[in-house]
């Protein structure tokens, strides 16, 4: 279950926060175009494989048990 529950706001909760968290750190030290660009999805989509990584976990676990 602590699987589940991590991916789970990996993918709602982590990933959306770091990327209004990249884009104010972008607008508040005029970055470059690449933050936006690159940087704040691939950080982003990382969180987020991370995340569906967890939940696949949880279930191979469950399916053990």
């Known amino acids: 279950m ?9 993918i709602t909760v982590v990933s959306p926060i770091a990327s209004l ?3 104010i750190v972008g607008l508040q030290f005029s970055l470059d175009l690449i933050v936006y660009t690159f940087y704040s999805p691939f950080v982003s989509n990382s969180i987020k494989i991370i995340g569906i990584g967890c939940i696949i976990y949880s279930l191979s676990l469950r399916s053990h048990s």
């Open 2 to 10: 602590l699987f589940l529950a991590a991916g789970l706001a990996l």
């Open 21 to 23: 968290i990249l884009s």
